[in-house]
């Protein structure tokens, strides 16, 4: 079945500093890779998602790139500000199901 | 639009108790997923019901089910209480279109806590 890494667990940066968490997946048949923040005492809100047809996708602050070759794809947060801080997850659809990767607690410091 | 909701937010059950967990997906959605997060890990897979159908369930006890309404919504039964099963239990929903999975959106959980 499929298998989620990501990396780092932790993330520590100073505020406008960039952020980027990478995630590589096993099964190469996966097909839609979202990202989810999520915040203490909350579920896990979208934020950005990219199909297996487009290497890049952009949303103002936030864009997610994807080697489908080398089965990666990462999350890269540009300008952070503190309330970007909370845990990220990445994800990838297997067989029938999402499989997420372990989470990467974001910190920005003012 | 109204977004995935779950009840209760929390509960508090003793070992050994049988627990009743509800979610409402978004309208439209035909899909219904299950997960577990328990305190400070990731999520973990628990079932999917699709148009009122089990289509695939994680690698968890049988003691976990659920079932699906013909209106979509959607109950996780856990019986025979563990103090292991104290976790977050999210529920997201989806709806199927050409290409996959479209608008997977998640509750904000409910809180099982096991004494």
């Known amino acids: 079945g499929e298998n989620v890494e990501q990396h780092p667990s932790t993330l520590s940066v100073q505020e406008g500093d960039s952020a980027v968490i990478k995630c590589t997946y096993s099964d190469s048949a996966s097909n839609y890779f979202p990202w989810y923040k999520q915040e203490l005492g909350k579920g896990p809100q979208l934020i950005i998602d990219i199909r297996s047809n487009v290497g890049e996708k952009k949303d103002q602050r936030i864009a997610v790139t994807l080697n489908k070759t080398a089965k990666h794809f990462s999350l890269h947060i540009t300008e952070t500000q503190p309330e970007d801080s909370a845990v990220y997850f990445c994800?990838?659809?297997?067989?029938?199901?999402?499989?997420f990767g372990t989470g990467t607690r974001l910190l920005v410091s003012p | 639009e109204a977004g995935v909701t779950q009840s209760p937010t929390h509960l508090i059950k003793t070992r050994g108790q049988q627990v009743t967990l509800r979610c409402s997906p978004i309208?439209?959605?035909?899909?219904v997923y299950w997960y577990q997060q328990a305190l400070g890990l990731g999520l973990q897979f628990l079932l999917w019901?699709?148009?009122?159908?089990?289509?695939n369930r994680g690698n968890f006890p049988p003691r976990f089910s659920g079932r699906q309404f013909p209106n979509y919504s959607s109950e996780l039964n856990v019986n025979a209480l563990e103090l292991e099963d104290s976790a977050l239990y999210l529920c997201?929903?989806?709806?199927?279109?050409?290409?996959?999975?479209?608008?997977?959106?998640f509750g904000s959980g409910t809180r099982l806590t096991v004494v």
């Open positions: 994800a990838a659809r297997g067989f029938q199901k999402l499989v």
């Open positions: 997201a929903s989806s709806w199927v279109g050409q290409g996959g999975d479209y608008g997977y959106t």
């Open positions: 309208s439209g959605h035909t899909s």
């Open positions: 019901y699709d148009e009122g159908e089990e289509r």
